[in-house]
């Protein structure tokens, strides 16, 4: 088994409510699936930052589309770019 910590949320009732129906009726833990929703969270937010700092190192870099790129991708979806 995989080891692991305690740790101790509060939750709006109607909340909690869902995430007892949602553990009944796909027989996990309610632990279970709020670690998989932590985990899947943290997961996001990770690459989200990771990706933000990725645009700003090419920003700070002076890494831009140039206009002619950018008309280019507003003609491929039909979108007037001027």
Same mark, same amino acid.
């Given at each position: 088994?995989?080891?692991?910590?305690?740790?101790?949320? +509060?939750?709006?009732?109607?909340?909690? &409510?869902? %995430?007892? =129906?949602? @553990? #009944?009726?796909?027989? +996990?833990?309610? @632990?279970?699936? #709020?670690?998989? &929703? *932590?985990?899947?969270? !943290?997961? %996001?937010?990770?690459?989200?930052?990771?990706?933000? =700092?990725?645009? %700003?190192?090419?920003?700070? &870099?002076? /890494?831009?589309? @140039? /206009?002619?790129?950018?008309? &280019? !991708?507003?003609?491929?979806?039909? *979108? /007037?770019? /001027?």
């Amino acid at each position: 088994m995989t080891e692991s910590t305690t740790m101790t949320i +509060r939750l709006e009732p109607e909340l909690k &409510a869902r %995430l007892d =129906k949602l @553990s #009944a009726a796909t027989r +996990r833990s309610k @632990s279970f699936l #709020a670690a998989e &929703a *932590v985990r899947e969270f !943290v997961q %996001l937010n990770e690459w989200q930052i990771e990706e933000i =700092k990725a645009g %700003l190192k090419e920003a700070d &870099a002076g /890494d831009f589309a @140039s /206009d002619q790129e950018i008309r &280019a !991708v507003f003609n491929k979806w039909g *979108v /007037d770019g /001027d």
